[in-house]
């Protein structure tokens, strides 16, 4: 199951800081960030609940870009 | 600019106006140096303050190598050391830089999503009393009825019901001469209807038309990324924090080598080269210069009708050095269409054409299509009164009154008819009337008129074989080999064989990282176009199995597209390369130029921003395509 957000994070390198956070999430089978259309394609592992994943992602990238924002 | 940024704005002019007057004052008066040093915190803070909330952030959530993190111990540091005015104009110009990069890379991506700009926000339906409602195309079913006015665009794919129009599919495939359309075509969702209302019956749901899958396609393509762009994530990822640590090192050791040496006590020398180390060591222009260009190159290309699913298989297209083409339908118009006709003595060769087209009238043959559309005017039906298809061999009718027999040399055989042979390569139809000889006529499926400068285009760009792969006889495929100037070509084949042939050719690579391409029109060959490192999709526009199946999609039947896409392919890698080689050796120079006292934090903030606004500036070159 793949889903895309749109996401607003202001540089590059903080996008790929994104991108590899969002992998460490549990349920979050691969995530990809692309900067260049401010969007966030995730692939859910079998069975988990994604709208519980994605506040982890949020809460997990807020840490390591506390200016970032994913629409939910 | 946006809200962010015009705030932004506004910070930097305020920081600079009251920056110039504190050093007026200073020139000028005779004020304690304490008091400057405060009254130097005021631009410092205006313009700085996300960027030490941010920092301040960072290290309660451990993120130390950011690079908030590191402009704030680079300025803080300078000001504790009696810099205080660089320390005010680093950060300053940081922000600067910061601000371009934004404003920038915020253009570039709007130019670049402007191209894609082609999904239809409504459709018309009619009401019952004929007033025009406009409604969501995603709500509507297959089968609806909608109108499309002349300037809008076609929300929906469906077929004509009403109206004849001309369309214009530029925004599709990049060609720019209007297509016409009468009732009864088929049309396809991204196009704009130019002249006439057009009423369309829904073939599709919105999500499942045309403009709706390649949106789906160009927005998700920057996210199978290159490999360069994840060689420069890693790169990154260790960049920072080494030369963070060396920034320690360059700090702490030389300083404490020399005093040992007895060459006295000097660490506010290093610490200050350590500071510019600092304020060097951010990734970003790196970072963000190489995704925008596979961005633009991506943009670029789709404004030429080329859709390329990811960043990918851009990179690998740079070096494509195999070309494979299916022959029908990809070098070939993939119809049949009379190519000659040769009467027999005392007979014209318009009656001949017009006597085979009403014996083939009926039939649903290719080749009876092919002469039909050769014929000027429609015939006279009237003029048929008994026909009789004979499988395998051809026609036997009566028209006239006479009896024609049309179909090959089986059937002149098999009434007994000398007829004069023709070796015209293609499908020979001979005609006899009252078992008379009176002529043939050869149906081929043309080559396309600019199939042999594609193939030239390629040669001269590094393609260095080109391959074609046919079912046909042996013959037609050398005939159309030769005439194309194509190096080999493979004849008589399965469509099983097809693979075969890939496998074989994939092993006789010049070298193991160069690409083969695959170029089919999509039709019976998806298993050969995901066997080819990149499959090339031609004249897909409409064809949902060649979308799925490609890794590049040509949305017209122009061969000239490949070169091309070759070319842009070529470009942008360029271009990535000359980033990456500027952003970091500048860096590494200004890194070693520093160890040695040779610079000073301005030049640390040209080497963070001044190259990645260089770079992001040669990145969105990759956007032109007009010269590639």
Redesign the interface.
Known sequence: MKKTYSIYVDCANCAQKMEDTANTVEGVEKATVSFMTQKMQVKFAEGADHEEVMQNVLKACKKVESDCEIEL | MNK?QTKMLKRVIAATVSLVILIILERVTELPEWLFRILFLIPYLIVGYDVLI?AY??IL?R?VF??AFLMTVATIGAMILGEYLEGVAVMLFYQIG?LF??IAVGRS?RS??SLMEIRPDYANIENEDGSLEQVDPDDLPVGTIIVVKPGERIPIDGVIVDGTSSLNTSALTGESLPKEVDSGDDVISGCVNISGLLKIRTTKEFGESTVSKILDLV??S??K?ARAENFI?KF??YYTPIVCYAALAVGILPPLALGLLGHGWDFATWVFRALTFLVIS???AL??SI??SF?GGIGGASRNGILVKGSNYLEALADAGIIVFDKTGTLTKGVLEVTDIVPAEGMDKDELLHLAALAENYSTHPVADGIRKACSDTPDLSRITDIEEIAGHGIHAQIDGHRILAGNAKLMDRYGIPYIKNNDLGTIVYLARDDQFIGSITVSDVLKPNAAKALKAMHDNGIYKTVMLTGDAEAAASAAAKELGIDEYHAELLPADKVTMIEQLLGRKKKPTDVLCFAGDGINDAPVLSRADIGIAMGALGSDAAIEAADIVLMDDDLTKIPLAVKIARKCLRIVRENVVFAIGVKILCLILTVFGMTNMWWAVFADVGVMIIAVLNAVRTLRTEKV
Request: glycine share 4%; hydrophobic share 30%.
């Open positions: 962010r941010k952030k960072g959530n993120q950011d690079e910061e990069q934004s991506r670049i999503a927005e998700n920057s996210m990324k994530a990154a990822r951010c990734p970003c970072v963000i995704p925008l961005f």
